[in-house]
C-alpha cells in the first residue's frame, strides 16, 4: 500500500512563496506519476501540477503556470510543488496524489492521496 505525506504548507502574504513536498512510502513499481491538486472551501478539488517520473513530462493548470513548479528528487519517492508569486485565490488544501499510468490533470485516475496540507495567502 502506498502512503503519501504532504509537509510545507502554512501561510504567506501574496507575492510570496512556499514549496510543498510528498513523499511516498510503499511499493515503488505502483507509482508512475504523481499530482498536486487543491480544494477552496466551497469547490471542486482541481488538478494543479503533474509529473510523470519516467520522462519528467509535465503538466499545469492554466491558473498557476509559470508561478508553479512541480519536481521530483533523484530516487523519484519525492515531488515538490514551487509555488511562487502566490495570491490570496491560491489559498486552499493543497493534495498529493499518485497512480500508476501517465501524468494527469484528472482527480479520478489516482488512486492514493495524501491527508492534505493547508496554503493561505492573505493579501
Known amino acids: 500500500q502506498v502512503q503519501l505525506v504532504e509537509s510545507g504548507g502554512g501561510s504567506v502574504q501574496a507575492g510570496g512563496s512556499l514549496r510543498l513536498s510528498c513523499a511516498a512510502f510503499g511499493p515503488a513499481y505502483a507509482i508512475s506519476s504523481f499530482g498536486w491538486f487543491r480544494q477552496a472551501p466551497g469547490k471542486e478539488r482541481e488538478g494543479v501540477a503533474s509529473i510523470y517520473t519516467g520522462g519528467g513530462t509535465t503538466y499545469y493548470a492554466d491558473s498557476v503556470k509559470g508561478r508553479f513548479t512541480i519536481s521530483q528528487d533523484n530516487a523519484k519517492t519525492t515531488v515538490y510543488l514551487q509555488m511562487n508569486s502566490l495570491e490570496p485565490e491560491d489559498s486552499a488544501m493543497y493534495y498529493c496524489?499518485?497512480?500508476?499510468?501517465?501524468?494527469?490533470?484528472?482527480?479520478?485516475?489516482?488512486?492514493?492521496w495524501g491527508q492534505g496540507i493547508q496554503v493561505t495567502v492573505s493579501s
Open positions: 496524489a499518485a497512480r500508476f499510468g501517465g501524468a494527469s490533470l484528472s482527480r479520478a485516475r489516482y488512486s492514493y
